[in-house]
Nanobody, 120 residues
Framework: QVQLVESGGGLVQAGESLRLSCTASRFTSKIGAMGWYRQAPGKQRELVARITDSGTTNYSDSVKGRFTISRDNVKNAVYLQMNSLKAEDTGVYYC??????????????WGQGTQVTVSS
C-alpha cells in the first residue's frame, strides 16, 4: 500500500552529523504521519521522531535538541537531520508512513532500513 525507500545512513565519528531521507511512492491513499524509528542490536525498535501531515513533531527524549525531522509533502518525503551523534545512536533506522483511508483503519508502511553507525 506504500513503498518507502531510505537513504543517507553510514559510518561517522561521534559528534558528527548525518541526514536521512525517505521517499514514499506507490501509495493508494493520502499519506498521514511519517516517522523514523531505530533498532539497536539486541533491542526493540523505538520511535525516534514523528511528524504529522500538518507539521506537528514529537521526539524521543534521547534525541531532543540534536535531531530534527521535516517533510516535503510535494515530494512525499521525510528527512531526519541528526547532529551531535553519539555511539548510542547506532542502529538500523526505519522510515514509516501512515496511509490514511476514509472507511478503513490506517495502514503503516515501513522502509527496508538504513544502517547508522557512530564510532566513539
Amino acid at each position: 500500500q506504500v513503498q518507502l525507500v531510505e537513504s543517507g545512513g553510514g559510518l561517522v565519528q561521534a559528534g558528527e552529523s548525518l541526514r536521512l531521507s525517505c521517499t514514499a511512492s506507490r501509495f493508494t491513499s493520502k499519506i498521514g504521519a511519517m516517522g523514523w524509528y531505530r533498532q539497536a542490536p539486541g533491542k526493540q525498535r523505538e520511535l525516534v521522531a514523528r511528524i504529522t501531515d500538518s507539521g506537528t513533531t514529537n521526539y524521543s527524549d534521547s534525541v531532543k535538541g540534536r535531531f530534527t525531522i521535516s517533510r516535503d509533502n510535494v515530494k512525499n518525503a521525510v528527512y531526519l537531520q541528526m547532529n551531535s551523534l553519539k555511539a548510542e545512536d547506532t542502529g538500523v533506522y526505519y522510515c514509516s508512513a501512515e496511509v490514511v483511508y476514509i472507511l478503513e483503519d490506517p495502514h503503516v508502511g515501513w522502509g527496508q532500513g538504513t544502517q547508522v553507525t557512530v564510532s566513539s
